[in-house]
């Protein structure tokens, strides 16, 4: 799958793409990622990107045709093959489990980071396809988004964790039945005065199985009722798991 990334600091995925696990996929191309400078399409000496909004207000808008000149190159490049256009925005979709399992399973998209007070609309309602958001909160640019839409993707990709079953095991994931992932201990056994609960050191994998069940009920309940509400209205939780449910109670 490829990514094209419209960003005015392409510097800042260079070392994002060089490092952690996820670089393997980025090195093997199984996920490859194309950086794209709308500055580099702007007129004029300064190559500006942006201006002030019109009805004035505080901050600077980007420009329509540097972005839709940079987008049609991005898209060109792609052969045309009728790429989603991605804006990262306050408006968007939230990014969820679910939505980085479809873009992980797709042939990619075409990014774009917006930065500033925000993109010009008639970019927006022109050539923008699809909106994501990381959550109610607002960031400097779009870079730290398509990052994170990057990497969620990447680790979902065959041979890029070491072991294949690791994101199996994450939160939100339908082998977890959506909830919460549970607590995880290593060496030493005792650390300044904490011991790993006794399930764990077993040896027993029904108890240490149900153990970490219980664990990812109890948090999940806490922290995010509604993940255990759905998998309630889904008929996901046994007998056991309502015993354990009330337990905590």
């Known amino acids: 799958m490829r990514f094209d990334v419209l960003t005015l600091f392409p510097e800042l995925f260079t070392p994002f793409l060089e490092s952690g696990v996820t670089r393997r996929a980025y090195e093997s191309k199984q996920v490859e990622v194309v950086l794209w400078n709308p500055r580099d399409y702007a007129a004029g000496n300064y190559r500006r990107v942006d201006d002030r909004p019109f009805g004035g207000g505080p901050g600077m808008v980007m420009m329509a045709e540097p972005l839709s000149a940079c987008l049609d190159a991005a898209q060109a490049a792609r052969s045309n093959d009728g790429a989603p256009v991605v804006l990262f925005s306050p408006l968007g979709e939230r990014l969820r489990h679910e939505v980085v399992v479809q873009w992980s399973a797709s042939a990619g998209a075409v990014l774009v980071c917006g930065r500033y007070e925000g993109i010009d609309q008639r970019f927006i309602d022109a050539r923008v396809t699809h909106q994501l958001s990381l959550g109610d909160f607002v960031l400097s640019g779009g870079e730290i988004a398509a990052m994170a839409l990057l990497d969620a993707v990447a680790r979902l990709q065959p041979g890029v964790l070491g072991d294949e079953a690791s994101h199996v095991q994450d939160s939100f994931n339908p082998a977890l039945d959506g909830l919460l992932d549970c607590p995880h201990y290593t060496r030493p056994e005792q650390w300044r005065g ?41 008929g996901r939780l046994s007998r056991q798991d309502e015993a354990a449910l009330k337990k905590k109670l």
């Open 194 to 234: 904490e011991a790993v609960p006794a399930p764990l050191m077993s040896g027993n994998h029904a108890l240490i199985e149900r153990w970490r069940r219980d664990q990812r009920l109890a948090i999940s309940q806490a922290r995010r009722p509604e993940l255990v509400e759905v998998a309630r209205a889904a």
